[in-house]
């Protein structure tokens, strides 16, 4: 069997994150990944894998490894790896550090995907162009644009991703 | 003044329709491009440009030539035409036999963006981001995919997009 | 066993109306009324009966004195019938003049529920809450207000129900 | 000037809950009211008034004396309080000993109104229809149902309301 064209790896973040309606807070149930593509009406072939289901301000250098590592094992070339934002600049230079020869692609949302106003589909569309079009190389995609994995933060105030200073 | 990163051509389609609650019939009443590219948090310098609002079924080839003009002249060389499905193909084969020197690619959707189940969002970002990763050429983005002009056609049957066999 | 606390006749209208992919056009695939009744979190005890799933201007005579027969015939009291704008005074009219020994509400949607803005939800439990309430009679619960059944009319120009002068 | 047909009291609660997206948790920015009253296309003359924005566990008992100082003083006999469900049961004990000569509806929702999937346009729809047509009193209108204000508890295992035993 053939690899699929792409492959998804989630870790959570709050692309992910549900509303408890007895506990009134925000919570990980499972992930919208599947709907999401399904919602997408998007037709390549993708293999979605959950990782972890947490928020990334939570994510060890354990899991940043066992996230590199599944990298390295699965046989897809073209990976995207759902992330929280908090830390996914974090996560971008453990794989990216690894210069593996693959084009890997991290996204995540600002907003979770159970609300109306979340940028979740429009990030996930433009992970997955990016992990298609681009070379190998490891890579962040929020806000639009693409960013190298050795140049990128998120700007607390803004909210906002950009180029490191 | 310099060109924005990228240019979003509007003609319409099934994006752009809204619900006449009077009429009880869909309509176009105006773009939602703006809106989008606020939800997704999209923070490239975007131009955005209605040169119609139309379903791409009433297309002119009159229209199509004045999409071809408007890609010719406007400075920016990454450009994004939101288009009815129906008719892409033919529009993506005028404005790709002319061989510009810039990255075109052509989406649409298959529900409209006010609908809460629209596959819109999901392929603006697929667009923006193969618009900004791709070589000069003329492409369709839909499904998740990007498809050369002269490979590409909507089966319909599926509401899906393939390569012409 | 007991009837239920609620009927609810479901005959189409804007409420269910879905946007077809294929085609780009609205038209009925079944009805939405279950959803919404879980999307409400509704306890109460509710039978859900669909008569028929048209577009009210194309309900004929013979189908409102159906309407009449299924509310003449079921055990329940207290029923709520969905039902297209258009024409809902007419039905209305045939109900209200029957006379029956039970509280009838019919309600309807100016946006279909499958649209972001719809005020499905909103007029769904308005009417469930006047069904409930009110005393033995036939009303038409829109725009947050109820309407006895002879003293309202769909001003065309505004899509606001009001009293008939 | 002759008093609104209806006043709508807000004090937060979920309801009004909207997602943090900087700091990734839920809070109170403004309430939804006149957005949630414009997409149910309420055509009833409703005045909206904020006494405050807050979770009901944290609503103090003096918070509760001004919501039903606010009941009494207020020119309108129709009056709908959105209050978060947690502490509901015990705010409509406060205000229904009172005994005033008004039909007094308080309602929430298990989920905010910015999520796709919640139960606040359902449950304002039915709270404004039993404020119009219930006798003076004071209500809890919630899954539909409404319940005295003596005999209503939030079942904490399943987040619903029921008489208490």
Known sequence: MQPAALRILVTGGTFDKDYDELAGRLFFR????QEMLRLGRCRIPVAVETLMLIDSLDMTEEQRAQILDTCR???ER???VTHGTDTM??????VGAA?????IVLTGAMVPYTFGSSDGMFN???AIAFAQALPAGTYVAMNGRCFAWDDVRKNRNTGVFEERV
Chains 1, 2, 3, 4 share one sequence.
């Not at 499972?30 to 990944?33: A, D, G, K, S, Y």
């Not at 600049?89 to 453990?94: K, N």
């Not at 210069?99 to 084009?103: F, G, I, R, V």
């Open 99 to 103: 210069q593996l020869d693959k084009t």
């Open 73 to 75: 094992r699965v046989p």
């Open 124 to 126: 996930l569309g433009s």
């Open 30 to 33: 499972e992930t919208h990944l």
């Open 78 to 80: 073209r990976i995207v």
């Open 89 to 94: 600049e974090q996560t971008a230079r453990v």
